[in-house]
Every structure is written in C-alpha cells, then in structure tokens.
C-alpha cells in the first residue's frame, strides 16, 4: 500500500498528515507556522524523520509556484518563503520524491478526488483562512500551467479598496480573509478588542447583534469574490473551504442571497455554491492526490 506526507502550510499553522492511496488519513497533526525558514525546515525535517517509510511527499503552500522547479515564488503571507526551491532543501533530510504546489491547487484536487463518489467536471474551490485562495478543475482535471495559477484572492472587488498584503488594493482576500472579521466586528462597535475569529462566531452563536452584523459584512464582500469566480470559470459548482468554512452557519444564507443578485445572469441558478466536503483537511488530502497522479496514475 502507498502512503503519502502531505503538508498544508499556512500563514498560522502547518497542518500534515499521512495519507493513504484511498484517501484515508493514517495520522496527522499541526504546529504553528515558524517565523523564520531554518526554523520552518527543521519542524519539516522532524516530521519526515518520524515517517520514514512513506512512497512519496507533497507541500503545498499560500502562493505561486514554479512547478518545474519545484520553487516558490512569492508567497505574500509568509515572506521568508519567497524565492526558496523547497524541494532541493527537503532531499537534505529525505530520499523521498517531494512534489510543491500552490495550497489552494492542491485542495481543489482532494476535494475533487475525495470529496464526492462522482468527481465533478467542472469546479472551482475558494479556500477562506489567513488568505483567500483558490483552485480549478476544468473538464476532470486540474487546472494548472507552468506555474501555479487561480490566484483567486487577488482579483478585485472593490476598485483603490483596502491594501491586500500582496501590495495591490481591494483584492477579494483584503475583504475575506480571517482578520477581515476582526475589523468588521471593530468597526461595528467603533473601538479596539482582542477578539479572534472563533470568539466573534461565538457570540453570534450566542446572539449577538453585532457581531452577527459583522458576518454580514463578510457575507457581502464573499458574494461579491464568489460571483466574479462564477463569472469568469461558469462551474457546475463552487465549493468553500479553509477554516473559516465551520462558520459558515453565520454567512451562507447572507452570502447565497447577495450572490444570487451578482451572478451574471444567463448563470442564475446553473452554479451551486456549498461547503466543501473535506473541510480544512483538503489541502492535506490533496497532497496524497497529487502524489497518486504523479505516481500512480500516469505510471
């Protein structure tokens, strides 16, 4: 039986686990994001050390990536990334092949592998955590280049917006990234707080006014990112994932009804929008698929 090493690196935790060829997750776990790359490869090398006897590996990361090479080229959210070709490092504590990819890419294949017993034709998944991210699979395949493409989180929303951390303004990721709550709920009671994400969805739960206000407003942008990705791919369907999916129960209604306003209108109805299956454990089973295609499948 093949098993895989997958790791989905993002802007506050690196979430790994080990994965078998069926898509059955074998062990996994997390630690926070290191702030400096020496730091980040030794926790790498650790937990490749601890698993030496996998088939082969895969580390996706919030950014683009020269796939040829195997190297990263700008990853706005964790800056010390940038410019390193990740998988050259990795032979130096690993024999085993190492394959990179943008993160939201590689969820887009685990959703699509994984996700659903009959894999969609055409679909698109936008991931919503410490970034916005996004990916595609066009007529059963991922859609891909030479480098990684889907920058979904930077299209823009709001034209001279809110500075996004790429250095462009008003990019869907300014406005739907997980401290855009934060700000929202800020603004809403017109003072400072230490509230995270989670806290906020927990005093809407709790009925909240206001900070079930502040969902809204994440709704109304997340609408507006989501109807300018039904305009340009014309899925079958779009899928959300990252972590801020569990608390979709505070603005999917909210976002489904300001969506139906902004989609292109030959396109009413004709793409669904739903949680993705695999939640915030697709980027880690989409490692394991793009292992099993470059292993497995085309072999």
């Known amino acids: 039986m093949y ?9 506050t935790f690196v979430k790994w686990g080990i994965i078998n060829e069926f898509g059955e997750i074998m062990e996994e776990g997390a630690y926070e994001t290191p702030k400096h790359y020496d730091n980040f490869l030794v926790k790498l ?13 895969a580390i996706a990361v919030p950014g683009v990536c020269d796939l ?15 410019g390193k070709v990740i998988v050259d490092d990795v032979k130096t504590f690993s024999d085993v092949h190492c394959f990179l990819a943008n993160d939201a890419n590689m969820a887009a294949l685990g959703e699509c592998r994984f996700g659903d017993e009959n894999p969609y034709e055409n679909m698109t998944l936008v991931t919503l ?10 007529n059963k395949k991922l859609f891909r280049g030479n480098i990684s493409p889907c920058e979904l989180g930077h299209i823009t929303i709001v034209v001279d917006g809110k500075k996004c951390g790429c250095g462009k303004r ?4 300014a406005y739907c990234n997980s401290k855009s709550l934060q700000v929202y709920f800020k603004e809403i009671i017109e003072k400072e707080h230490n509230l995270l994400p989670i806290d906020i969805y927990k005093l809407a739960k709790d009925g909240n006014v206001l900070a079930k206000e502040a ?26 994932g990252g972590g801020l999916c569990e608390m979709m129960d505070m603005y999917m209604d909210d976002t489904m009804k300001y ?5 292109y209108p030959a396109y009413k109805g004709l793409v669904v929008v739903e949680i993705a299956k695999l939640k915030n454990r697709a980027g880690i089973l989409g490692g394991a698929a793009l292992c099993i295609e470059k292993m497995i499948d085309y072999a």
Do not use: M, Q, W
Request: charged content about 15%; glycine content about 14%; hydrophobic content about 45%.
């Open 45 to 57: 090398g650790e937990t490749y050390k601890k698993h030496p006897h996998i088939s082969a590996s």
């Open 170 to 173: 008003g990019c869907f990721e």
């Open 259 to 263: 969506f139906n306003d902004l989609i």
């Open 129 to 138: 955590g410490t970034g916005v991210g996004g990916g595609a699979v066009v």
């Open 68 to 82: 040829r090479k195997g190297a990263i080229l700008y990853t706005p959210n964790i800056p010390y990334l940038t």
């Open 215 to 240: 969902f809204k407003v994440f709704a109304y942008y997340l609408a507006h990112g989501l109807a300018n990705v039904a305009n340009i791919f014309a899925p079958e369907i779009i899928k959300i």
């Open 3 to 11: 098993t895989f090493l997958s790791f989905d690196v993002g802007g």
